[in-house]
């Protein structure tokens, strides 16, 4: 739990709270090289660190939004858009349908919809969590009580649809409900229903077929990455007990570490530095494991902070240096064990905030729809300007997305693009 003004909550148990390389052949490439960070095609952005491929050196004056739309419901999924189109989730008729929307990224005029029934009641509303995927000819959503499809990104036609928590047999409750975007890899779909034959499982894009299931424990809440350490490319992620990583052609489990503290949440992303691994957690703090040849990580962490420790929010790597935020904003030094550089106070970083970057700079997303663009390479926290893009919202959790020099951002009740004001090249 942590301190909203006078009160605490609970943490939000979300994607939000938690790639595709074009070509010139149009094929897709689909290896752990890192893809190009023009779009932001699900969550987290291309490579799920958080980066977009440019920030601009300051933020806009004030808001000046090219579009805006209505959301009928407060939901905790983040944005997915490249140049086609702009994919966001809501809830419709009485929250008992989930609701994802395709919208022309330059007009915001609506192109496609998906709804269906999803009945239920859990924490923090039924809305989804897992961000949508754009990946292809393909759009990719997810909702709150299992239900899975696979979409034609031109037409919004159903290829293939299941719903995992059923097919898989998965019995743990999950009272905060399905958390984790699925993950593309290679000509596979990466879920993880949490059975226990079937804690994780690979299906086929094409049509939903199941490659393998790794059976383990009930599922975690948080993002599955796909990184290449110690030499071996592997998913690596959360169960609800441990972090592990399994092999993505036979879904063996490589390797698990069970932190010292028990009843993390596990909602934070794993965060993949070359060959090292930064994560966080509620009561095991900030820790970097290192990968030896054999692709497994060392028992103990080559660095750790245990004042950093978030519930929900996941950190981002600029340079040398890792920024988080869990009631301030954290500047932890990368290559001196995660000793604090500075931290950051501001009433934006008291409660939930996202962050994304540019190698160069960082960009929080308050909880309430503010921007604070920070100087990421400064030796003091310095906000180099920002910009309140919704007046009387409180529940900002959906992370934005970037792309053509626009940011998308779900409110409360709409979804806005707000042009940048980058400059040309």
Known sequence: MHRVG???IQPCPTDACKSLDRRGDGKKKLTTDRQSTRFWPGWRGANRDGRAERLPDTLPSASNFTWSQPAFAKCLAGVAADDRLVVYADR??????????????KTGQLKWSLRYPATGAIDYGNSPRATPIIHGDLVITFGAFGDLHVLDAESG?????KNITKEFDADAEMKWGTCSTPLVVDDLLIV?????????????????????KSPGRPASHSSFILAELGGKRQIVGYDSETLGGWEPATGKRLWEIRPPVPKDFNVPTPVAIGNRLLVATENNG????DFGSDGKPSPTPIGMNQNFA???HTPVVVGNRVFGVWGALYCLNLEDRLKPVWEGDDPAFRSYASLTHDGRNVLA???EGELLLIDGAAPKFRIISRLKLFSDDQGVYSHPAFSGGNLYLRG?????CQPLGLRSK
């Not at 229903?193 to 393998?212: H, N, Y």
């Open 286 to 289: 900030a820790r970097i494991y």
């Open 310 to 312: 978030p519930d929900s």
């Open 365 to 367: 997303t308050s909880i």
């Open 6 to 8: 006078n009160a605490w």
């Open 92 to 105: 419709e008729l009485n929250d008992t349908l989930d609701a994802f929307h395709a919208l022309d990224p």
């Open 192 to 212: 993880n229903p949490g059975a226990k034959q079937a804690s994780l499982v690979a299906l086929k894009l094409a049509d939903g077929g199941v490659v393998w």
């Open 412 to 416: 409360s009740d709409r979804i806005v």
């Open 157 to 161: 036609d159903v290829r293939w649809k």
